[in-house]
């Protein structure tokens, strides 16, 4: 990791901006924030006492060095840390609210891809911050008692990761993870990342995309194989919104390039939630108004929503915005109905288990329909995934799924399929519940 206190911070996990010229901060205003080291216990458990109090002074010398003489650090206790700062230019031009909020968010970032040489291993920090502004006057009275509250309000914010086990099994896996998301972090430092993507189909009109789905592919593990293990350890150690940070930063940037296209991301439940990192997607969307329409975001529910309340505040934030979300793995997924409900997708994606399943026997046959049934309840457009053979297809149009998406219909690749005169499905109105039954 690089950075250049001169500027900007030039990690490509993250960007802080630094030093703004120009800063819409009152004068003589300060910020004061308090970060929660929330892997402290899991590393201890898991490593020993040492690795967790080393990871712990990384993260303070990070902090220190980005801080530099602007402000002071001081370590409060075991996982916690506080950062009082006065020159309020180094969090950058917005107000103080935004500059605060996304420091927050970029230094939660930056740990979380920042690798902490433990023997042969590597750690990476899952941090959880929050912050208060006052004036100088006020610092006395008003800065003890923030301190008091930003720790008291760390303290009741619930960490996303699995939490610490027992016995020495859990140890041995949550090593395992751990080594999976260096490998992982690594990878993404040094841009061995790929894009593949996949299209989604027109059950009747084959010539029909609706978009191309966005899948992660590790180059250096295997081209072909799927990180879809290293997705599922990063979410158990609270580490997976850096990673959809960055898949989503490069779908948004493929969609400026390439007029042509429409795209859906990936992201996990833990990341359907308004923070920092999302603030500077929707300024890019705002900026360019013609990206929203042609983006998706699929909330992948392999991991719970760790608020379902903040979920919906979100889809519908992006909603607003003129992104579509998408629902995926619907029938596998961990949330009630009346949750799922509460989140007005506009699309969703029955897993692929219910087809597999319904090709075997006529009970399952009814229970793809039942589910396509419900999801056609829930949103205008349905996808059916998994479709490996015409057979499949066939089932799937019957079962009344006007969109598929299969290695029978186009397997992921990293060629892109555009430019090309695609059939562009997401500029026209989603096709409304009767339309698609009558297919
Ligand atoms: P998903 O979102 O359900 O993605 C579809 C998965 O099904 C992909 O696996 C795709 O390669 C696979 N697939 C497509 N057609 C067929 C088919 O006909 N048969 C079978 N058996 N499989 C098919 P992949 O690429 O291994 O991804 C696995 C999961 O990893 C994804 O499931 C998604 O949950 C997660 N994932 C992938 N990329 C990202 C990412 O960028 N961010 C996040 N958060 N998760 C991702
Ligand atoms: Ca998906
Ligand atoms: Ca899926």
Redesign the pocket.
């Known amino acids: 990791m690089v950075y250049d206190l001169t500027g900007t911070w030039t990690g490509k996990n993250g960007n802080i901006h630094l030093l703004a010229e120009h800063s819409a901060w009152p004068r003589d205003m300060m910020a004061l924030f308090a970060f929660r080291l929330d892997n402290a216990p899991h590393i201890a458990a898991a490593f020993n006492e040492d690795a967790s109090q080393y990871a712990m002074a990384s993260l303070c010398q990070v902090l220190r060095e980005l801080v530099d003489d602007g402000g002071i650090i001081t370590r409060e206790q075991d996982d916690l840390v506080t950062a009082l700062i006065w020159k309020t230019e180094l969090l950058g031009q917005a107000s103080p609210e935004v500059s605060c909020a996304r420091f927050t968010q970029d230094f939660k970032l930056v740990m979380a891809g920042h690798s902490i040489p433990w023997g042969e291993q590597a750690l990476h920090a899952s941090v959880t911050g929050v912050w208060s502004f006052f004036h100088p006057e006020q610092f006395g009275h008003k800065a003890s008692a923030s301190c008091r509250g930003l720790l008291a309000a760390l303290s009741r914010d619930r960490f996303d990761g699995a939490p610490v086990g027992a016995d020495q099994g859990w140890a041995l896996s949550y090593r395992s993870d751990m080594e999976m998301a260096a490998r992982l972090f690594s990878d993404m430092e040094e841009d061995r990342l790929l894009l593949a993507w ?1 299209p989604i189909q027109n059950g009747v009109d084959g010539g029909k995309i609706l978009y191309h ?4 592919r590790d180059v250096p593990e295997d081209p072909g194989a ?3 293990a290293a ?1 599922a350890a990063l979410e158990r150690l609270g580490l ?1 919104g850096a ?2 940070h960055h ?1 989503v930063s490069r779908v948004v940037e493929e969609l400026a390039c390439e007029p042509n296209a429409c795209l859906g ?4 439940a833990q990341s359907a939630r308004f923070e920092g990192w999302w603030s500077e997607i929707e300024d890019r969307l705002r900026d360019r108004p013609d990206i929203a329409p042609r983006l998706v975001i ?1 909330i ?1 529910e ?1 991991a719970q929503f760790p608020n379902i309340g903040q979920a919906v505040a979100f889809a519908g934030r992006m909603r607003k915005l003129g992104v579509r979300i998408a629902l ?2 619907f029938g596998v997924g961990h949330a009630s109905i009346r949750n799922l409900l509460a989140l007005q997708p506009d699309i969703v994606k029955v897993d ?1 288990f219910f087809l597999h399943r319904a090709i075997e026997s006529d009970r399952g046959r009814a229970t793809l329909q039942h589910l396509v049934g419900l999801a056609g309840n829930m949103a205008s457009t349905i996808v059916v ?4 053979t015409e057979a499949e297809d066939s089932l799937a149009v019957q079962a009344g799924a006007l969109w598929r ?4 219909l186009g397997r ?1 690749s990293v060629i892109r399929p555009w430019p090309q005169p695609v059939s562009p499905a997401l500029d026209l109105p989603l096709l409304a519940g009767p339309e698609r039954r009558r297919a």
Do not use: K, W
């Open positions: 996949q789905e966005c899948l992660l799927s990180p879809a997705i997976v990673l959809d898949v991301v990936n992201i996990s699929e992948t392999t995926d793995d692929r995934e998994g479709v490996e998406q299969g290695y029978h992921p």
